[in-house]
Structures are given as C-alpha cells and as structure tokens.
C-alpha cells in the first residue's frame, strides 16, 4: 500500500513564494516518477510538474522559470518550490506517484493566491 502525505499550501500575495512538499510511503519501486498536479475550480487536473527517479524534470509552460521540483530518492520525498506566484496558480495542488503503469496520489493541498 503506497501513501502520499502533502504539506506546505496557504494562503500567499501575488509576487510571494510556497514550498510543497509530499512524503511517500509504502512499496516503491526504484524507478518511478513523481509529480505535482493542480487542479483549479471548474478546470481539469493539469501536471504542473514531474521528476523521474533519475532526475530528468519537465514544467507545464505557464510555470517554466517560476516553479522548481526536486526530490529525495532516500527518503522518497518530492517538493515543489513556487515562486513569483500569480493568482492563477490558485488551485489544489496533488501530489502524484507513477510507478510502472499505477498512479497514486496524494490528498491535495491548496494554494491560494492573492491578487
């Protein structure tokens, strides 16, 4: 049984900056993928984020140069450093686990952006 626990959204201005971060426990296998999806209201779940095992990334566009994901092989923890937030980076913020063809996710966690 794989677990993900997230931590780190609030409430922040426009310009300010957030750290989240997701621990994941359980069955994990070495090689897998981590990300940060956001869902906002009345929108899809979009990825914002992924770092594979070996430490390849890829952004969603409208956060290239603002966010940053990083992540702990030892201790299989994945954070995401927002910076420069906009209120359109309002959303829940998912922490999410590939490994092989499964997906697993976290609870969310919100981040709100203040104009």
């Known amino acids: 049984q794989v677990q993900l626990v997230e931590s780190g959204g609030g409430l922040v201005q426009a310009g300010g900056s957030l750290r989240l971060s997701c621990a994941a426990s359980?069955?994990?296998?070495?090689?897998?993928?981590m990300a940060w999806y956001r869902q906002a209201p009345g929108k899809q779940r979009e990825l914002v984020a992924r770092?594979?095992?070996?430490?390849?990334?890829n952004y969603a566009d409208s956060v290239k140069g603002r966010f940053t994901i990083s992540r702990d092989n030892a201790k299989n923890t994945v954070s995401l450093q927002m910076n420069s937030l906009k209120p359109e980076d309002t959303a829940v913020y998912y922490c999410?686990?590939?490994?092989?063809?499964?997906?697993?996710w976290g609870q969310g966690t919100q981040v709100t952006v203040s104009s």
């Open positions: 999410n686990l590939r490994i092989f063809s499964a997906y697993y």
């Open positions: 359980g069955s994990i296998a070495s090689f897998n993928a």
């Open positions: 770092i594979f095992s070996g430490g390849a990334t």
